[in-house]
């Protein structure tokens, strides 16, 4: 007679033997034995022959759901999931115990005891797991790119060349963005430009702005206005519109007239071959103090007009910011060149009066001396504004500007391209000001990204968005209100409220608002997380 064997298995592992001296794995896994799980105990101490044993394990025992413990297996979760659907189990009916959790113990018992209350309580979890049931949708293979800029003709260029068909926007009636003024750029900005004009993929639309967005990941609709009202399926959105550049004449003083310029108006002097004065002082961190690209187009400037004038050049900076790519070198030729620097804490005093700048700081090397200094000519940077319309555009996408203005990243740090609202990227200077290379660098990733996702028409979706439960929905908006991937939408014919598995992801904040309970993420029922406070109470006492 077969022996009758438990749905859920156990798959105990001692990664590098660190469990053993303080817990006893054998007893572990014999109590485990006793409550009717399979438990197995793998002898290996390195990762890859632990996986053998593991797939193994699978193949040697009817099952349908796993627990496996270790030490900080969730790092490697998605090389078990992988192994799980090699024998037709489910990627999700999987739970993992970090072992770890027992070793605080000093006593081997207690640290058995906390080990198998650990896994007893992974194993109720995933015993009360539903069928993550599937979906399949069709995709619009299309992307919207908003702004004819570097960032946004580069990320188009990089997104034909993985097949997809582009249509990009620019609001006025000629492309390149800020990029075309800068000398050392027309190049690369005109052969981009040509690039982008001869790509049959590209459909390129001047003049024109978006006014509405609707729909979701995969299936917008997008309305353009300009010439002529147009209506297009994508299934993505890239917004590059870029920023402006304001010179910071309330930080100087109006009667500055030519003797104080922006280093936009220097780059447009440089690039033209216009004399530059004897005494030129540059001055930044006046606004957006913070700003690593003010530091590096003053680098360049300093130097370049030390070299090509033999000007006396003076920079007084708060700080140094030399964190971009060949920074501290740039800065170590501009010294060797004769560019003096100077720091400063206190806004410096700017008086302009006979065609002379008088500039007035306190040496910070010696507090109380001070420091004057005369020039011909003032060069700031300019205040870095968000584009013309980022609140219109914002609003048009239902996404968030950031408390500057500028289109808030989901995660600056992970996800830095990435909107709160999945299928809307931000590239370039719409985001944060940044240098050129910084971004085509971003403009190929976040295209790789898109590519990544809209390379299939159709993909099969697994269904572990929230749910609403429509015999509970009142339909009192909270969660429409609350989420912010826009993913909830009213369904008129049913009258509830209905996520769009697409859209969604995932985090929970309409299943925790939601006031009559009727909404639940399948991954973490209601069930599974009251079981598990019930446990923890237990154990409590």
Known sequence: MKREVSKIGIFIYDCESKLKNVLSISEVCSKLEGLGFVCFESPASHFNEAMSDFE????????????????????????????????????????????????????????????INLVTQAAKWIEMQEIIGTQKVLLNQKVLVLGGGIAGIETALTLTEGGLDVILIEETSHLG???????????????????????????VINSSHLVDLDGHVGRFTARVEGEQKLIFEVGAVVVATGNELILPIQELDESSGSLAIGQKDLENRLSLSKDVPQRVCFLIDLVDEDLKISTQVLLKQALAVKEKFGSDVICLCRDLKVSFDGGEKLYEKAQEAGVLFFKYTKKPKIAFSDEIVKTSLINEDYPHEKLVFESDLLVVNEKIMPGRGSNALAESLSVDLDSKGFFQSDNVKLLPTFSSRRGIFFVGGCRLPQNINETLSEARATAAEIFSF???????????????DSD????????????????IVVDQEEETAKVIPLACQSCGICVSECPVVAIELPLYTNAQIIGQLNDVVGEAG
């Not at 809209?454 to 099969?460: N, W």
């Open 472 to 487: 509970k929905c009142i339909l009192c908006l909270t969660c429409i209100r609350t989420c912010p991937h826009r993913a």
């Open 177 to 203: 963005g800020g990029a075309v003024a800068v000398e050392n750029l027309k190049g690369l900005v005109k052969s981009k430009i040509e690039a982008l004009v001869n790509e049959k993929k590209v459909r």
């Open 56 to 115: 193994k394990y699978l193949k040697d025992n009817e099952m349908l759901k796993v627990v496996i413990a270790g030490c900080d297996s969730r790092s490697k979760e998605q090389i078990f999931k992988n192994s799980l659907k090699k024998v037709g189990l489910s990627p999700y009916w999987v739970n993992f115990v970090n072992l770890n959790e027992a070793i605080g113990y000093k006593e081997k018992k207690k640290a058995t005891e906390k080990a």
């Open 454 to 468: 809209l390379s299939k028409e159709e993909i099969e979706l697994d269904l572990t968005s929230a749910k609403i």
